[in-house]
């Protein structure tokens, strides 16, 4: 029996890619048989640039319209990895609207989907009577002038912590829509709101749902505690407002050390339930 060369032995290592992208002319992330999305055009480009085929696994799936400057996604691959040359070369190859900032290898149990520990996303509207600059009409949303910003603040407050979030999120068969709320609060800079809204996941349309109702309460439509009682609800509300996906950034995911990622890999797969003693309206 002849032995095999160890030199000719392919090893599949895992890559991990942050990226950024302008939503506005891609049918969300997801690949889609015949329409342009984020996936299909850096699955794409890194196939050729690698010569292999490469399937991705993201971190956060955007909806058609919505921005990343923070998403994280991975692939495995066993051509020889040069992470440079990898970057300037996909900087060629890449539309304008869609750029890879970073590459590097991580261990094989990073996945950028289940190893992640939370996600982060700004909401940015304006209160301009202008509505939005120019230069930020494509990532910038016009709200009604004079938004009371204290009373967004007090409704999102109201829904922190973990809890049912039913009320926000289009159901998909099988998912749960428990989650947990780690941080929503807005910024006034000048003209500009910006929401900041962290969890540890979220469902489909959450965080565009989540900023519709608080915004509502900002325009005097309705009270913070109309928010917390949305908690209530078991299904998604008709009354809440999604609002629009170009308003919406995904900036940063955060990951646990590399000893950690198996064990936070297995506790993002159990089912999400809101335990007994912890009700389900804001406090």
Same mark, same amino acid.
């Given at each position: 029996?002849?032995?095999?060369?160890?030199?000719?032995? #392919?090893?599949?290592?895992?890559?991990?890619?942050? @990226?950024?992208?302008?939503?506005?002319?891609?049918?969300?992330?997801?690949?889609?048989?015949?329409?342009?999305?984020?996936?299909?055009?850096?699955?794409?480009?890194?196939?050729?640039? %690698?010569?292999?085929? @490469?399937?991705? #696994?993201? $971190?956060?799936?955007?909806?058609?319209?919505?921005?990343?400057?923070?998403?994280?996604?991975?692939?495995?691959? #066993?051509?020889?990895?040069?992470?440079?040359? %990898?970057?300037?070369?996909?900087? &060629?190859? =890449?539309?304008?609207?869609? &750029?890879?900032?970073?590459?590097?290898?991580?261990?094989?149990?990073?996945?950028?989907?289940?190893?992640? @520990?939370?996600?982060?996303? $700004?909401?940015?509207?304006?209160?301009?009577?202008?509505?939005?600059?120019?230069?930020?009409?494509?990532?910038?949303?016009?709200?009604?002038?004079?938004?009371? %910003?204290?009373?967004?603040?007090?409704?999102? /407050?109201?829904?922190?912590?973990?809890?049912?979030?039913?009320?926000?999120?289009? /159901? /998909?068969?099988?998912?749960? #829509?428990? &989650?947990?709320?780690?941080?929503?609060?807005?910024?006034?800079?000048?003209?500009?709101? @910006?929401?900041?809204?962290?969890?540890?996941?979220?469902?489909?349309?959450?965080?565009?749902?989540?900023?519709?109702?608080? %915004?509502?309460?900002?325009?005097?439509?309705?009270?913070?505690?109309?928010?917390?009682?949305? =908690?209530?609800? &078991?299904?998604?509300?008709?009354?809440?407002?999604? $609002?629009?996906?170009?308003?919406?950034?995904?900036?940063?995911?955060?990951?646990?050390?590399?000893?950690?990622?198996?064990?936070?890999?297995?506790?993002? /797969?159990?089912?999400?339930?809101?335990?007994?003693?912890?009700?389900?309206?804001?406090?």
């Amino acid at each position: 029996m002849i032995a095999e060369d160890p030199a000719q032995q #392919t090893v599949a290592v895992r890559v991990r890619l942050d @990226i950024g992208y302008d939503g506005t002319d891609f049918i969300g992330w997801a690949r889609q048989p015949g329409l342009r999305t984020v996936q299909g055009v850096l699955e794409e480009s890194l196939s050729k640039v %690698l010569r292999e085929p @490469i399937q991705l #696994t993201v $971190a956060g799936r955007t909806d058609a319209g919505v921005h990343a400057e923070g998403q994280v996604a991975h692939f495995d691959t #066993t051509s020889a990895f040069d992470g440079p040359k %990898l970057l300037h070369r996909l900087a &060629r190859f =890449l539309p304008k609207d869609v &750029r890879v900032k970073n590459v590097r290898i991580v261990p094989p149990e990073f996945d950028a989907r289940f190893s992640a @520990i939370r996600r982060h996303y $700004a909401y940015r509207l304006t209160t301009a009577p202008y509505g939005a600059e120019p230069l930020q009409a494509r990532s910038v949303v016009p709200c009604r002038p004079g938004v009371d %910003l204290d009373a967004m603040r007090a409704a999102s /407050r109201k829904l922190l912590g973990l809890h049912d979030f039913a009320a926000f999120c289009r /159901r /998909r068969e099988g998912a749960t #829509t428990v &989650r947990e709320l780690q941080r929503y609060d807005w910024e006034r800079v000048g003209d500009l709101l @910006i929401a900041h809204v962290s969890a540890d996941a979220f469902c489909w349309s959450m965080v565009r749902s989540l900023v519709g109702a608080v %915004l509502a309460v900002g325009e005097g439509r309705r009270t913070p505690e109309w928010v917390a009682g949305l =908690l209530d609800e &078991r299904q998604r509300s008709s009354a809440v407002t999604v $609002a629009p996906a170009h308003g919406l950034s995904l900036v940063g995911v955060d990951y646990p050390p590399d000893e950690e990622l198996a064990a936070r890999n297995a506790q993002t /797969r159990e089912m999400r339930t809101v335990p007994a003693g912890e009700g389900c309206c804001g406090g």
